[in-house]
């Protein structure tokens, strides 16, 4: 009996671990679609453990790469610098001519509006791990709950809209990027003010789906978060479109479109401490002991 | 027991390096650290011992990535029972057949994880791009595994020779799962 028991123990064990690993991938599931996922102190623990070694670990290939952008690659610093010159006098001139048709149409003063609107409380946070699967694409960041971050609040930096932060620990946090497969956010097109949904692919370039195919989607249109979604706020730049398509038995049109952040520079971001209602209500059962800045603060967008 | 704890300190800074290592290098370039280690547990510790370190690297890496959790657990412990049940017909130790293995097993994982995602309504089927991803992939962790594999083997031996005159007698092999195994 007791050989018996002796040569199902590790069988056993084999068949209660692929189960337990089952039942927390559907935990987790239903985690994402309802509740929270702010991790538990000791599940966050390794979040806790693997932001500062990363950080560590990251020290002096960005002390390299900070060497090089700063003076090896100041090379070419001269030529581009006329180029830039002049492109800043183009964009001027445009600039101009621009608020000169916002103030004739009067909108100039829903633009100040809109833009004092999005003065939201923001935290700076380092860029200090990457994702470890190649088919997914998160960062590990070196801020958590204990700076008021939480699950549903935008990423973005200086060129737009990262991400979205998707689990945190008191002093860490991940982040899903736009480039994520699963990531999907409602946008439109600046200009013309076509919805649609921008897709992550796994890949540097994210994919504008939805467009009815009527509507006026063309290469050079800004993308921007149109706020449909309850998820990030109107406004924030996506990207540009690269190039759209129209396949003759589709009533929806597409367009490939390339992200206004840098991905491959991703060092620093500023997390939104804003939450729309909807992501509010959907993560209303998470720890009440982190701050609430969106309950404060101002509301940006719709 | 021992063997099983640093070989799982092995695994977690396995891990965390290869986070680190994933914010310079592109995704398709970065070896899959973990999974090595997990095929070098399995070579090398015992079954009860290797599958619970096998369990706590696949949440580890769960909790570092934007997977759902449980989701490299599930595929590490078939991974894990897929080394030993290849190392009872051929000699997985050994550089060559190690490389190949890591070769074949990295891109089923990368399947299995875009298929675990989509069957959980987290994400999108596997598409050409991811494809190629994980083949290249699959390459990087073919020349990397003898060497992990073999670290695996070095942290554990150590602990043997430890603890073997006090046990007085050889370990043997490590036996498969659902039986034990007589030395070669």
Redesign the interface.
């Known amino acids: 009996m007791s050989e018996l028991l002796e040569?199902l123990?590790?069988?056993v064990?084999?068949a209660a671990?692929?189960l337990?690993?089952?039942?927390?991938?559907?935990?987790?599931?239903r985690a994402?679609r309802s509740a929270g996922r702010e991790?538990p102190t000791f599940?966050?623990a390794?979040?806790e453990?693997?932001a500062p070694?990363?950080r560590v670990?990251?020290a002096p290939?960005d002390l390299v790469?900070d060497f090089w952008r700063g003076y090896v690659a100041l090379v070419d610093v001269q030529a581009e610098n006329e180029r830039l010159r002049g492109r800043v006098a183009a964009l001027q001139e445009e600039n101009l001519q621009y608020r000169e048709a916002l103030l004739e149409s009067g909108r100039l003063r829903e633009v100040a509006a809109l833009r004092d609107e999005f003065q939201v409380d923001m935290v700076t946070a380092q860029?200090?791990?990457?994702?470890?699967?190649?088919?997914?694409?998160?960062?590990?960041l070196d801020r958590g709950r204990v700076q008021g971050l939480l699950s549903g609040m935008p990423v973005v930096t200086g060129q737009g809209l990262a991400g979205l932060v998707?689990?945190t620990a008191p002093h860490a946090a991940?982040a899903?990027l736009l480039l994520?497969?699963?990531s999907a956010v409602d946008g439109m097109i600046q200009r013309s003010r076509a919805p649609g949904i921008v897709h992550g692919?796994?890949?540097r370039e994210l994919r504008f789906e939805f467009a009815v195919r009527g509507d006026d989607v063309q290469v050079g249109d800004e993308v921007i978060t149109s706020g449909l979604g309850g998820v990030y706020p109107k406004g924030l730049r996506i990207g540009e479109v690269v190039e759209v398509s129209k396949p003759d038995a589709r009533l929806l049109q597409e367009a490939r479109v390339r992200p206004s952040v840098d991905f491959q520079r991703l060092e620093q971001v500023y997390v939104m401490r804003w939450r729309s209602p909807t992501m509010e209500l959907l993560y209303s059962d998470e720890d009440e002991s982190a701050p609430r800045a969106s309950r404060s603060g101002a509301r940006p967008g719709s | 027991m021992r063997a099983a704890l640093l070989v799982l300190l092995l695994g977690a800074l396995a891990l965390i390096l290869q986070g680190a290592l994933a914010t310079f290098v592109p995704p398709a370039l970065c070896p899959d650290l973990r999974l090595l280690v997990v095929m070098g547990a399995a070579l090398h510790l015992g079954a009860a011992s290797g599958l619970l370190v096998t369990a706590a690297l696949g949440y580890g890496t769960d909790l570092l990535s934007g997977a759902l959790l449980g989701q490299n657990a599930f595929l590490g412990l078939l991974v894990f029972a897929a080394a030993r049940a290849v190392d009872g017909t051929l000699e997985l130790r050994r550089p060559i057949p190690t490389a190949t293995f890591a070769a074949v097993v990295s891109p089923l994982c990368g399947i299995g994880l875009t298929g675990l995602s989509w069957l959980f309504g987290a994400g999108p089927p596997l598409d050409l791009h991811a494809a190629l991803v994980l083949g290249v992939q699959a390459l990087v962790n073919g020349v990397c595994a003898p060497f992990m594999v073999s670290v695996v083997g070095e942290v554990a031996g150590w602990v043997d020779e430890v603890e073997l005159p006090r046990r007085g007698g050889s370990l043997g092999r490590p036996t498969p799962l659902g039986g034990a195994r007589s030395p070669r």
Do not use: C, I, N
């Not at chain 1, 860029?127 to 590990?140: I, Q």
């Open positions: 040569r123990r590790v069988p064990l084999f671990l692929l337990l690993s089952l039942a927390t991938m559907t935990a987790d599931r994402m991790l599940s966050g390794l979040l453990v693997a070694v990363q670990v990251t290939v790469r860029v200090v791990g990457g994702e470890v699967s190649p088919l997914l694409r998160s960062v590990l998707t689990g991940r899903m994520d497969r699963q692919q796994g890949t």
